[in-house]
């Protein structure tokens, strides 16, 4: 491993501002890297896995709901033009499909909500890291960006 590997890894600059040696660098950077893990209880090198949350992908009645207001809506319009029946299947299908739609939509949505909080999760973990880690390394007579 080379004496600033560590840093690196975490996309860190660390630069030996008290004229530290490159073997005292890597001393130090590895003596820094596991206090921090030790303090923010994350290692950044092998973070833990996050499952997204299972979103529901049964119905979600939006295809239902769709159905009875395009049924609604045909039997009204078939009600004037003399085949309330036929105007009520008619729009179930259309509302139906249309409900369906705004469904799988909706969970779509829900999917990318879910991996973004993962994101977001695993962003906190290296950041708390990230602050032990440069506080030590700041501790040693290093400057860290």
Not at 57 to 65: D, E, L
Request: proline letters at 3%.
């Amino acid at each position: 491993m080379s004496y600033n590997q560590i840093s690196q890894a975490m996309g860190l600059f660390v630069y030996p501002s008290k004229g530290q040696s490159k073997s005292q660098q890597k001393k130090d950077e590895f003596e820094c890297y596991n206090w921090a893990v030790e303090q923010s209880g994350i290692d950044p090198l092998n973070l833990p896995k996050i499952e997204a949350a299972p979103v529901q992908s049964g119905p979600t009645g939006a295809g239902i709901g769709g159905a009875a207001r395009g049924a609604a809506a045909g039997a009204a319009i078939g009600a004037i033009t003399g085949d309330a029946g036929e105007g009520a299947a008619v729009g179930a299908i259309v509302g139906g499909l249309a409900g369906r739609r705004a469904g799988k939509a909706a969970q779509q949505q829900s999917n990318q909500q879910a991996q973004a909080n993962v994101k977001a999760q695993e962003q906190q973990m290296k950041d708390s890291f990230k602050k032990a880690f440069t506080v030590c390394i700041e501790g040693k007579g290093y400057t860290i960006k």
